[in-house]
Nanobody, 115 residues
């Protein structure tokens, strides 16, 4: 059974940076579009960024220019480099395929942006 394990979250001040990682329990990245999603308190989960198997990337307007998604297929890992963080980026961040697969949702990693 595939598991996706997110890590790298934490508390950071506005303007700061964090790098999230998502490791898969087995190789699913080859041929899959992978993405990051987030869910803020009281809000629905939203898509943040995606990366294709050919490393083509796409971002939500709210994070464009600040976040960078990357993948390492040899390590079965996808990353999200977040810079110029804002309080509104506070959320639990998840990785999954794009479109998402219900069975792949993990626990997520909490990102809190606060002074």
């Amino acid at each position: 059974q595939v598991q996706l394990v997110e890590s790298g979250g934490g508390l950071v001040q506005p303007g700061g940076s964090l790098r999230l990682s998502c490791a898969a329990s087995r190789s699913i990245f080859n041929g899959y579009i992978m993405g990051w999603y987030r869910q803020a308190p009281g809000k629905q989960r939203e898509w943040v960024a995606l990366i294709g198997s050919n490393s083509v990337t796409k971002y939500a307007d709210s994070v464009k220019g600040r976040f960078t998604i990357s993948r390492d297929n040899a390590k079965n890992t996808v990353y999200l480099q977040m810079s110029s963080l804002k309080p509104e980026d506070t959320a639990v961040y998840y990785c999954n395929t794009v479109p998402s697969t219900d069975a792949f949702w993990g626990q997520g990693t909490q990102v809190t942006v606060s002074a």
